[in-house]
């Protein structure tokens, strides 16, 4: 039986709706273009990426494989070029400029890498926490801010303002302040870029004990290649895509995969297929319980 067009829209939009389920995120196939001077960068090349409700995730990825468009895009900064993107059930493509600003304000918190760039320097910390509470019009603030200043450590510097604070004091005031709205989830982009080994482990903590305490869903860009053993899924970004995950459960090592998208793609690490000259095209075997990849014989390549 032949379908009507918009019976096929009905049901590619519903096919759309069922991907990931009820996760908290979900990208699928998300594409950002930049375009400057004419010039095209494709930031992100058709990202998929579920993550649930009160996950803590690291994303790694070398300088320029997109990970920072990538949190622009889910704290409604940035919009993107196509696919699909939706934070608890909100689609940010299809937001209005009026639901953006609610999205922003009460659904996700941002910390920025640069310390100055979190907190304002002429108020107090207690003082940048309440602020986001009193643009809100929320009562019981002093309380609030009390309580979250507390439950992250810094509870001693609430009388100060930012330049009497450390580096590692500021972004974990950044994160009382990204929590005061209640949002569902934060996003940190680099938030220990600028601070040092000891210090970076207190504000993961601090995120940690947010999102453990709080519940809040948590995704952190680092460059901190030893956060994949403090946290239990480490996702990888590669040329605008997520190429692997790692995975650590309780007392165990981090056992590190490749993501297998939809389709049935799969990025292959770079070391291994220069080890073995893997170049165009593999050869693919189908084991009992493995596949098998080997490099296409000179012989097969030339065709002869
Ligand atoms: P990362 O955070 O992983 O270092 P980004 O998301 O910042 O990567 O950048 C991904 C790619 O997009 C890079 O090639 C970068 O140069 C480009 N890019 C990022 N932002 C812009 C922009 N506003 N205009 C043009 N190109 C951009
Ligand atoms: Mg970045």
Request: with cysteine.
């Amino acid at each position: 039986m032949e379908q009507t067009l918009s019976e096929l829209e009905n049901q590619a939009s519903q096919e759309k709706a069922a991907f990931g389920g009820d996760a908290h995120i979900v990208c699928d196939n998300l594409v950002r273009i930049y375009k400057t001077e004419g010039v095209e960068v494709v930031a992100l090349q058709g990202l998929d990426l579920l993550i649930d409700k009160g996950e803590l995730v690291a994303i790694v990825g070398a300088s320029g494989s997109g990970k920072s468009t990538l949190l622009n895009v889910l704290s409604g900064l940035d919009v993107p070029t196509a696919g699909l993107a939706r934070v608890a059930g909100i689609d940010l493509l299809a937001m209005t400029a009026r639901d953006r600003l609610r999205y922003r304000r009460d659904v996700v918190g941002f910390i920025w890498q640069q310390t100055a760039r979190n907190l304002l320097p002429y108020l107090t910390a207690r003082e940048n926490v309440e602020l986001p509470l009193r643009l809100a019009g929320k009562r019981g603030r002093a309380q609030r801010s009390r309580s979250l200043l507390d439950l992250l450590g810094v509870d001693y510097c609430a009388d100060r303002k930012p330049a009497e604070m450390s580096g590692g004091e500021q972004q974990r005031v950044a994160i009382a302040v990204a929590l005061a709205n209640s949002p569902q989830l934060i996003l940190a982009d680099e938030p220990t870029g600028e601070l040092d080994s000891e210090t970076s482990g207190l504000v993961f903590e601090a995120l940690r004990t947010a999102n453990k305490e709080l519940g809040v869903t948590v995704v952190i860009v680092t460059h901190d290649s030893l956060v994949s053993e403090q946290v239990g899924r480490t996702i990888g970004i590669r040329d605008g895509r997520t190429s692997s995950e790692t995975l650590r459960r309780d007392g165990e090592h981090a056992q590190e995969y490749a993501v297998l998208d939809r389709v049935g793609r799969l990025q292959l690490p770079r070391d291994f297929t220069n080890a073995l000259n893997m170049e165009r095209r593999v050869r693919l075997e189908l084991e009992s319980d493995h596949i098998g990849v080997w490099p296409s014989s000179p012989k097969e390549e030339t065709g002869e």
